[in-house]
């Protein structure tokens, strides 16, 4: 455990220094990158305005090799990017593992005072203990309590057929009687009224 203790701080704090360096280089390289892309541009169109002027084909030529040249390095560029990305997702990585090293041996440091400080026998003692002053507190409770109360069964039927009756619906609305009969009279000039109408 000793040697990881002197490993683990000077990698983190040279963790820092080699992602900040690794950035620095990756900002250069994406620099580097951006000029040669803007020097193939200036190279392809001379190249295009060298053949619509018919230009000799050595000067061609020498055009095409800075072109390739350029295509080349771009590419070297590019490659070192991607290498650069990866090694510093590698270094986080580490700086995670190293972090975890360290919390896994604090972990380690709280578990060992712990037991020391609470070892199986005091809990198991403690258990017995807060079960008697449990048992001590509920008979303190049953001396100190008031009788249950009691309920008389009979009293309680006639509470009950009290509350049946007085919640009886009771019908508050009344109906018109229908007649059975009503006497209509026939009115004198009904003739009349039947022939106009």
């Known amino acids: 455990m000793g040697c990881v203790k ?76 991607d290498v650069i990305t990866q090694k510093q997702f590698s270094l986080e990585q580490l700086t995670i593992t190293a972090m975890q090293i360290k919390a896994m041996k604090d972990t380690s440091t709280v578990f060992k005072k712990f037991t020391k400080v609470h070892n199986i026998e005091k809990i198991e003692q403690l258990q017995e203990n807060m079960e008697d002053f449990q048992e001590q507190i509920m008979e303190i409770d049953e ?9 008389d069964d ?3 039927l006639e509470e009950l057929n009290t ?29 009349k009224i039947a022939l106009l109408a």
């Not at 001396?143 to 309920?151: A, I, Q, R, Y």
Request: hydrophobic share 40%; aromatic share 6%; proline share 4%.
């Open 143 to 151: 001396t100190l309590g008031s009788e249950p109360m009691t309920f």
């Open 6 to 81: 002197s490993t683990l701080f000077p990698i983190q704090t040279n963790t820092a220094k080699c992602l900040a360096h690794l950035q620095n280089v990756d900002m250069l390289l994406r620099e580097m990158l951006s000029k040669y892309g803007r020097q193939l541009e200036e190279v392809e169109r001379d190249v295009r305005q060298a053949v619509a002027k018919n230009a000799n084909k050595t000067a061609l030529l020498s055009l095409m090799r800075r072109r390739k040249l350029l295509l080349y390095y771009m590419d070297q560029c590019r490659s070192k990017i």
């Open 154 to 156: 009979d009293e309680l």
């Open 163 to 191: 509350m049946d009756n007085s919640s009886a619906i009771v019908s508050t609305v009344t109906f018109p009687m229908v007649p059975e009969y009503i006497e209509t009279a026939v009115p004198e000039n009904s003739e």
